[in-house]
């Protein structure tokens, strides 16, 4: 390639970290009104939120390391929960006696930790909560 030619529509220059270009992006009224009423609230201009959103989009889609953290534990404690039921069915099978009590504690403790992962599934799922979580991710970057 010859000093003009970088590879990009063209044959234009090749651009620099510090080189600004300007995107048009295509929105209905509705959405723009939206977008106006979020900057007025966060007290920034359009192209800044439009920018802090962009850059920060990866890390909001992305669970953050509190989630994924609570999300491994309550899956080791199914799995250990998982074992338990399974040893108190072998030794019954060996002995003939199964161990009632234990089965229904760990019935129990499966019960309340199905209650604890439906709740984080319920929290990743609810939008309203992820949009909220997204205005907060806004304001931190903006450094509000």
Not at 49 to 78: C, I, K, M, S
Request: aromatic share 6%; hydrophobic share 40%.
């Amino acid at each position: 390639m010859s000093a003009g030619e970088s590879g990009n529509e063209g044959g234009k220059e090749a651009l620099s970290d510090t080189d600004w270009v300007v995107i048009s992006v295509r929105m209905r009224r509705a959405e723009v009104a939206a977008l106006d009423a979020l900057c007025e609230e966060v007290g920034a201009k359009r192209n800044r939120v439009l920018r802090v959103l962009v850059l920060h989009a990866r890390g909001f889609l992305d669970y953050d390391n509190e989630v994924r953290a609570t999300l491994r534990d309550l899956l080791r404690q199914v799995g250990g929960i998982a074992t338990n039921i399974n040893q108190i069915a072998k030794a019954a099978n060996v002995t003939g006696k199964p161990e009632y009590e234990r089965f229904f504690e760990e019935r129990k403790s499966f019960g309340k930790l199905f209650a604890r992962v439906e709740t984080q599934i319920q929290i990743l799922l609810n939008l309203k909560t992820r949009k909220a979580d997204a205005e907060g991710l806004l304001r931190k970057a903006l450094g509000q």
